[in-house]
């Protein structure tokens, strides 16, 4: 039987679900969902969603039993269970293993040491009291990026300080310490691997940053670097993998640091936000590769078709209750975007929303047109 009648279940069902559950579609390959309400994005599109709790034990174990490949759209699930899955002959994309390492910021960078993979110096702490008092001794050299070890998002989990003022910013709990990078550029690279060993690179993308607000305002592909530098960023993805030994996905997180150095940030292995732009403006979608590499089927091409850059659609400022989106016909008629909305009921303040891909070879007219956009689509209550 062809492979793609394997009975392929992932943990989460927000957006990335929604978007993968689209990809599949095109094969008619059913994909099966686990997160807590049917309304999720991808309950909207696939009628195999379970309702259940991905950091629950029981409730990954039975969504599981009943797969075959069980893969994942959010790192932090029970990977409790999927070891036992694991166990009784169950494949699972990335191996939980290798989850356990990326889900903790402090294994994970230790991980990066042991295998030679570039990454700025740190330490590990059991609490915030010991840094404080490291800091205000002098043991420890201002200024320091705290990361939690556990759970953290869109830097969430990040503290930057800078002096003593900024000590009562310091994060509750078991955390990294590493240095304050000197950073040139953020890139991401989206790299794939399928049990055949075949390893797949997108081309890089680059983070620009809002001038004032410290939030990601566009990504940007293909980066603005040398070759150079494209092919070191590349090449480390390419390893860092390969290292992890990980089938599937794995978004490498990467600073141009101001000297010309490439070193990882962190990794996630699973689509990203960062390889959304693939879906409008490469050979094959990240969504789809996803697919292609967890049922170890050849991976797609992840040549560019056309320059781009992609927007995050977030809730307005001030709205919460349920989603409005303002100024869609407007934006409709802007040529080269691609707008996505992820259906969520419910608007928050910057909660994302959707995202806007502008394809264009022409970056500044890009970056011009999803100017207009940012500004045209409001997203609030009605
Ligand atoms: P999250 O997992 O919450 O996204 P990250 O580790 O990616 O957290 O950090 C969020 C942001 O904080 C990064 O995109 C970067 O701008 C900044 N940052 C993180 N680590 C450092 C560092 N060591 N030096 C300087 N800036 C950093």
């Known amino acids: 039987m062809f492979k793609n009648y394997k009975k392929v279940g992932i943990l989460g069902g927000g957006q990335l679900g929604k978007m993968l559950s689209l990809a599949a579609g095109n094969w008619h390959l059913p994909i099966y969902f686990l997160d807590k309400k049917k309304n999720f994005p991808a309950g909207r599109f696939s009628d195999h969603f379970v309702e259940g709790d991905f950091k629950n034990y029981d409730d990954v174990y039975a969504f599981g039993k009943q797969m075959d490949i069980i893969s994942i759209e959010i790192e932090h699930v029970n990977t409790e269970a999927l070891h036992q899955l694991k166990k009784e002959g169950k494949t699972i994309h990335p191996d939980p293993e290798k989850l356990d390492i990326i889900k903790d910021k402090g294994l994970q960078k230790q991980f990066y040491v042991k295998h030679n993979l570039p990454t700025s110096d740190f330490q590990l702490f059991d609490n915030e009291q010991i840094i404080k008092e490291k800091l205000q001794s002098g043991e420890l050299p201002y200024p320091i990026v705290q990361k939690t070890r556990g759970e953290g998002y869109d830097g969430k989990g990040v503290a930057v300080i800078r002096s003593e003022e900024d000590l009562s910013k ?61 092919q070191t960023a590349i090449k480390i993805a390419k390893e860092t993998i390969r290292k992890f030994d990980i089938c599937g996905l794995l978004a490498v997180e990467l600073f141009l640091t101001k000297n010309g150095e490439i070193i990882i940030n962190e990794v996630a292995p699973r689509t990203h936000n960062s390889g959304h732009h693939t879906i409008d403006s490469c050979q094959t979608s990240q969504f789809e590769q996803q697919i292609r590499a967890i049922m170890d089927l050849p991976l797609g091409s992840t040549e560019m078709k056309s320059a781009s850059i992609m927007v995050n659609l977030l809730g307005a400022d001030g709205f919460t209750g349920d989603a409005f989106y303002d100024g869609f016909e407007k934006c409709m008629e802007v040529e080269g975007a691609h707008l996505h909305f992820y259906g969520k009921e419910t608007t928050k303040p910057f909660r994302k929303m959707g995202h806007c891909t502008v394809v264009d070879n022409d970056l500044e007219a890009a970056k011009q047109k999803a100017r207009f956009i940012q500004n045209n689509l409001i997203i609030r209550t009605n």
């Open 170 to 230: 310091l994060l509750p709990g078991a955390s990294l310490v590493e240095d304050l990078v000197d950073i040139e550029k953020e890139l991401a690279v989206i790299v794939a691997k399928n049990e055949s060993g075949e390893i797949k690179a997108y081309p890089v993308v680059e983070m620009e940053f809002h001038p004032t607000a410290n939030l990601v305002e566009f990504l940007k592909c293909p980066a603005s670097i040398t070759s150079g530098q494209e």
